[in-house]
């Protein structure tokens, strides 16, 4: 049987088509140089004493005086990462990390699995002490999405109670690749909203009654700094900047920004107060640091971690890469998983597989 397919459509080129089409609305963004426009307003916000509530589902509020706060050891001793143990060891400070991977059989497999890894590394400076390892669990039946991410965070937590009685130092900190404010539970519905606040409460509480400082570093793309000025100064027009975009253009390398109160909707109606800064690792690497209002005076340290652990780590926290390593569960993982899984059933993996589309992957069309 012959079949007539088209064979004048090119995929790449008709994706660079579209592109070419609408890059003139790119440089039209780019020369408007919005972010120049909005450094003048921050640079000239005041530290409000009662801030209206913002209407926003997140936003930043200035704690702080507006400026750049630069590092509490001098940039050219940063500079140089051999020394950097140094002080970490003569503070006596101890820095651990958690990070979870989760693995879900998905829609091809015939049996519903999942499996949580909660990877975790320490190092006790002074005794240079330290190491890494992970807890996994296996669950069957457990529908993917929230109900998976609520359970990650009960083993993060027992993972917390182990962990944290291996640091010694006299000043210990807990990083994790989280944001504290919870904006992302935004979309979910309210029950499972409310019980992952009260497992991401739970588990803060335990590392500072524990006598350590937990801290979340991540990413973001989020406008709550535009937000925050936009509650603050609701009569004048406020480019739509990213956080990253601002604080790439107002501090320089290694320096932070002022703290602010974060506001997050997610968080309403829970005792969670989180306070937030951002730091320039590097010309557009810039990191959002939470923590807990009840740490506030130990900032200082908490920026020193910040930026010492990004520079060992070459750009993002070492403790926080080696937690992922830990917890990453990869292609080759996954594969050992189901082999493991038909190995103990006495199944072939074939069998297992009930999807035509996920055996073409495995064995795709000559």
Excluded at 25 to 53: F, G, H, T, W
Excluded at 253 to 270: I, Q, W
């Amino acid at each position: 049987m012959h079949y007539n397919y088209w064979t004048d459509e090119n995929k790449t080129l008709n994706i660079l088509s579209a592109i070419n089409e609408g890059f003139d609305a790119v440089v039209e963004y780019i020369r408007e140089d919005k972010v120049s426009r909005l450094v003048e307003i921050y640079e000239n916000l005041q530290v409000p004493q009662s801030p209206p509530k913002p209407k926003y589902s997140s936003a930043l509020i200035p704690s702080e005086p507006i400026r750049e706060y630069r590092p509490p050891i001098r940039r050219e001793i940063l500079e140089r990462s051999d020394v950097l143990v140094d002080i970490l060891a003569d503070k006596d400070f101890s820095i651990a990390a958690i990070d979870s991977g989760i693995f879900t059989s998905g829609p091809h497999i015939l049996i519903d699995i999942a499996v949580i890894n909660v990877g975790f590394w320490y190092i006790n400076y002074r005794s240079i002490s330290g190491g890494g390892g992970n807890r996994a669990k296996i669950y069957v039946d457990i529908e993917e999405g929230t109900r998976l991410r609520t359970i990650t965070k009960d083993m993060e937590t027992e993972v917390i109670k182990e962990l944290i009685a291996k640091l010694s130092g006299k000043k210990k900190f807990v990083l994790l690749d989280e944001s504290f404010s919870l904006s992302y539970t935004l979309s979910w519905s309210e029950k499972d909203r409310i019980e992952m606040v009260s497992k991401v409460v739970l588990l803060i509480d335990e590392i500072l009654n524990r006598g350590s400082v937990p801290i979340g570093i991540f990413y973001t793309r989020t406008h709550d700094i535009v937000r925050g000025i936009s509650t603050l100064k609701p009569n004048i027009d406020i480019p739509r900047v990213p956080d990253r975009a601002l604080m790439n253009k107002v501090l320089n390398t290694l320096s932070r920004s002022p703290t602010f109160k974060v506001y997050s909707k997610a968080l309403e109606g829970s005792k969670l107060e989180i306070l937030a800064f951002y730091v320039k690792v590097g010309e557009g690497n810039i990191l959002r640091v939470e923590f807990p209002k009840a740490a506030h005076d130990l900032i200082d340290d908490i920026y020193l971690v910040v930026i010492t652990q990004s520079i060992l780590g070459g750009g993002y926290p070492l403790a926080l890469q080696r937690a992922h390593d830990w917890a990453v569960i990869d292609a080759e993982t996954r594969e050992i998983i189901l082999g493991e899984i038909c190995r103990r059933l006495g199944i072939p993996l074939p069998d297992m597989i009930y999807s035509r589309k996920l055996g073409r992957k495995i064995s795709p069309i000559e």
